[in-house]
């Protein structure tokens, strides 16, 4: 009878519909509970990385306790080295941290300058001071190298030397510097920088050798322009 079909259709139907919901409830709950792993997993990770900025930029990598350090986060040396590996990686984290910050200001200088070059020059002269911090100083520019190795081969300066090369790129394009090789030119301006920032780090007077540093560099960089105008500050 087609009444008995379409009742037997309409019954698979809602079965197929309650299994469905259950489904997706189920799924719905497995996101929700990946989620929280997940927020639970960056907030242990932030503790750990604000108590060893704050001890690295206090005290010194070396001088910085594990135990006290992950005490200070209300954890364990285990969530340490669960999710850094050790103290070093941990190091790493922060470092990583600063210069995302570092980055973050720097682009702001770049966007806020009235010219390509302009913002160009205002980026290098940032950077240069910047290294008069007290935390970018010790964490980044004494305790980073000596402990993860030379700074010139870490993947942020990479990133730098391709941002750097961009925007040259971009002046040679306006006319505005001499046809340089964009990336030789790149290696050489960062090069210069970060040589320079790590002298400033360890300089008696860090703030005085800023200031030295910033006008050797403006008068190397005039170089680059076409029309040999000085560079402005």
């Given at each position: ?5 379409c009742h037997?259709s309409s ?7 309650i299994i469905?919901i259950h489904f997706?409830?189920?799924k719905?709950?497995d ?5 929280k792993?997940?927020?639970?997993i960056e907030e242990?990770?932030?503790?750990l ?7 690295f930029?206090t005290?010194g990598y070396?001088d910085?306790s594990?135990?006290?350090?992950t005490a200070?986060a209300g ?11 050790g ?5 790493e ?5 600063i210069?995302?910050e ?8 770049v966007e806020?300058a009235?010219?390509?070059?302009d913002g160009f020059?205002?980026?290098c ?5 910047m290294?008069?911090?007290p935390e970018v100083?010790?964490?980044v520019l004494?305790?980073g190298p000596?402990?993860?190795g030379d700074?010139s081969?870490?993947l ?10 961009r925007?040259?790129q971009?002046l040679?394009e ?17 090069g ?5 920032s790590?002298?400033i780090a360890?300089a008696?007077?860090?703030r005085a050798a800023s200031e030295?540093?910033v006008q050797?560099f403006?008068v ?5 322009r076409?029309d ?6």
């Amino acid at each position: 009878d087609i009444r008995d079909v379409c009742h037997l259709s309409s019954t698979h139907t809602q079965r197929m519909s309650i299994i469905y919901i259950h489904f997706l409830c189920e799924k719905s709950e497995d996101d929700l509970m990946a989620q929280k792993r997940a927020e639970m997993i960056e907030e242990t990770r932030a503790k750990l990385i604000s108590a060893a900025r704050a001890a690295f930029a206090t005290v010194g990598y070396a001088d910085s306790s594990m135990d006290e350090l992950t005490a200070q986060a209300g954890l364990t040396r285990g969530a340490l080295y669960h999710h850094f590996g050790g103290k070093k990686g941990l190091l790493e984290a922060v470092i990583a941290q600063i210069d995302a910050e570092i980055s973050g200001r720097l682009a702001v200088i770049v966007e806020e300058a009235e010219s390509t070059w302009d913002g160009f020059v205002q980026e290098c002269i940032g950077y240069i001071k910047m290294a008069v911090e007290p935390e970018v100083q010790r964490i980044v520019l004494l305790d980073g190298p000596a402990v993860l190795g030379d700074p010139s081969q870490w993947l942020c300066q990479n990133v730098c030397i391709v941002n750097t090369r961009r925007s040259l790129q971009k002046l040679i394009e306006e006319a505005v510097i001499r046809p340089v090789d964009p990336l030789a030119t790149a290696r050489l301006i960062n090069g210069a920088l970060l040589g320079a920032s790590l002298w400033i780090a360890s300089a008696d007077d860090p703030r005085a050798a800023s200031e030295k540093a910033v006008q050797g560099f403006l008068v190397l960089v005039a170089g680059l322009r076409r029309d040999t105008s000085p560079a402005q500050p």
